[in-house]
């Protein structure tokens, strides 16, 4: 064998060597690239869904402290580890009462789930016409905690919340991942994977507001909108 064959041999082995690499190199890529993918959308497309008008997650839940009206006393920052759902609403509020038999439900499918608390706050003075509500529009007494706020101290003061229904969706940390306005389906199959993913440390990872999306979850949500 020449010199000059055994230079095209020893060039041919390179190209070689440097295509399979090349292409175990972007067979890895697709992979990774399509393992990513789909973790976004086993993260993202219930949120999406779901169409939050606020999502992030750089807000701390302001802590409160609330008495039930079946007795114990609800604090948020015993429910680190937990997400919690959290309601804010009244009884003059037709979407409120729209969403009750789902909290009813949801609160059931839950009862012995430890990931999840769920909390409604209404903003009426009256108990008893906040516990008749409930039964008339759930057919149970007591269907999940609920707590009032009459000076909408919580609710207003330290939330900020004005018009009713309003949801927020608070993760095991204790931060704001989402909130809610107008009445959502809670005991659907979509906001129970939202809740769970949330309650898993496995959120996505979205900042909505302004009806804006941005980052890595972007890209689910906006696809339903082209």
């Keep these: 064998m020449t010199a000059t064959h055994a230079s095209i041999r020893r060039n041919v082995l390179w190209l070689v060597q440097f295509l399979f690499i090349a292409a175990a190199a972007a067979l890895g890529y697709s992979y990774v690239a399509s393992a990513r993918e789909g973790q976004l959308r086993t993260s993202c497309t219930s949120v999406c869904a779901m169409a939050p008008d606020?999502?992030?997650?750089?807000?701390?839940?302001?802590?409160?402290?609330?008495?039930?009206?079946?007795?114990?006393?609800?604090?948020?920052?015993?429910?680190?580890?937990?997400?919690?759902?959290?309601?804010?609403?009244?009884?003059s509020c037709d979407a409120c009462k729209q969403q009750l038999p789902g909290l009813r439900r949801l609160a059931e499918l839950s009862r012995d789930d430890p990931h999840l608390a769920i909390l409604a706050v209404a903003v009426d003075e009256s108990a008893a016409q906040v516990a008749a509500t409930l039964e008339r529009h759930t057919g149970v007494k007591n269907p999940f905690p609920v707590a009032l706020d009459p000076d909408s101290k919580i609710v207003q003061g330290r939330f900020g919340t004005k018009l009713f229904p309003e949801t927020w969706v608070i993760d095991p940390s204790g931060t704001i991942r989402m909130r809610f306005d107008g009445p959502r389906d809670w005991a659907g199959s979509i906001a129970r994977d939202l809740l769970r993913n949330v309650a898993s440390n496995s959120a996505c990872p979205l900042t909505l507001e302004a009806r804006v999306a941005r980052g890595p979850g972007a890209i689910i949500c906006n696809e339903g909108v082209q």
């Excluded at 807000?59 to 959290?86: E, H």
Aim: proline share 5%.
């Design 54 to 91: 606020y999502a992030g997650d750089d807000r701390v839940a302001p802590d409160f402290a609330l008495a039930t009206l079946d007795g114990p006393t609800f604090r948020l920052a015993n429910q680190k580890g937990k997400a919690v759902l959290l309601v804010f609403w009244n009884t």
